[in-house]
C-alpha cells in the first residue's frame, strides 16, 4: 500500500494530523506522545499517512494551508521539536532559542547585530521590527507547502482549533461513520487541547511582544 503524504509549515500540527488519520484508518488509538509535543510519537497502527520527508509517499496529497498567521507563529516559535513554550518565557530567551531553531536560525544573525551591545539581552523596540521585517509574511512564504497548494486534500490550520471544523477536514479524507470514529476523533483532539498553550482563544491576553508588534503591523503593513 502506498503511503500518504502531508505536506505541513512547521509548527501547524502537521504530525498531529498524520497520528489522527492513522488512528482512524487502522481503527486504533494506542500510542504513546515522547515529548512535549506532538513531534515524535510512538504508536503501534499501520503508519500509512507521514510527511513527505519519507521515499514512495504520493506527493500533493493532503496539504495544511495557514489561514491564520499570528497563532501558527505562536506555535512556530514555541512548540520547536519537542519543546512547548509559553510565547513569554521563550521572549525572555528570544535570541539564543532562535540560534536553534529551525524556522529562525537563518535570520537570527541580522537581530544579533542589531543588539551586539547588549547581547544577549534586546530591546524591546528591536524586537519589534526584527518581527516586521524579517518573519511577518516572509517566514511563511518560504515554507515549501506553502509554494505548492495544489493538493488533493486541503486542510485549513484554523480547523485544529473547532471541533466541528476539525472533523469535516478529517471526514472528507477517511469518512466517519461510526460512532466509534467519532468518539475517538474527539478524545484526539482533546488530547491535542490539553497539549496546546495558545490558541485563538487567549493570544491576545499573553502580553507579548509578538502579538503586540502584530497589531502594529496589520494596521501600518507598510511599517
Known amino acids: 500500500m502506498s503511503l500518504r503524504a502531508i505536506a505541513f509549515p512547521s509548527g501547524s500540527h502537521g504530525n498531529f494530523l498524520s497520528l489522527v488519520l492513522n488512528c482512524l484508518y487502522s481503527d486504533d488509538d494506542s500510542y ?3 515529548g512535549q509535543t506532538f513531534d515524535s510519537i510512538d504508536y503501534q497502527n499501520l503508519d500509512i499517512f507521514s510527511n513527505p520527508s519519507t521515499p514512495g509517499q504520493t ?8 489561514d491564520n498567521e499570528l497563532l501558527w507563529l505562536h506555535q512556530l516559535l514555541c512548540r520547536t521539536g519537542d519543546k512547548n513554550y509559553h510565547i513569554n518565557d521563550y521572549e525572555n530567551n528570544f535570541i539564543e532559542l532562535s540560534r536553534n531553531h529551525p524556522g529562525l536560525r537563518c535570520v537570527i544573525d541580522d537581530f544579533i547585530s542589531m543588539n551586539r551591545s547588549i547581547y544577549p539581552r534586546y530591546k524591546k523596540k528591536k524586537l519589534k521590527w526584527f518581527y516586521q ?3 511577518f509574511g516572509k517566514i511563511l512564504s518560504n515554507e515549501p507547502s506553502e509554494q505548492n497548494k495544489n493538493y488533493r ?9 473547532d471541533l466541528d471544523q476539525f472533523k469535516s477536514q478529517i471526514n472528507k479524507i477517511i469518512p466517519l461513520k461510526k460512532s466509534s470514529q467519532f468518539r475517538m476523533l474527539e478524545k484526539l483532539y482533546d488530547h491535542l487541547h490539553q497539549n496546546l498553550i495558545h490558541t485563538d482563544k487567549n493570544i491576545h491576553e499573553t502580553g507579548s511582544i509578538l502579538f503586540e508588534s502584530w497589531q502594529e503591523y496589520v494596521f501600518n503593513p507598510n511599517l
Open 32 to 34: 504513546q506522545v515522547l
Open 59 to 66: 506527493f500533493d496529497d493532503i496539504g495544511i494551508i495557514i
Open 133 to 135: 521585517n524579517k518573519i
Open 153 to 161: 486534500y486541503t486542510i485549513p490550520f484554523s480547523c485544529f482549533y
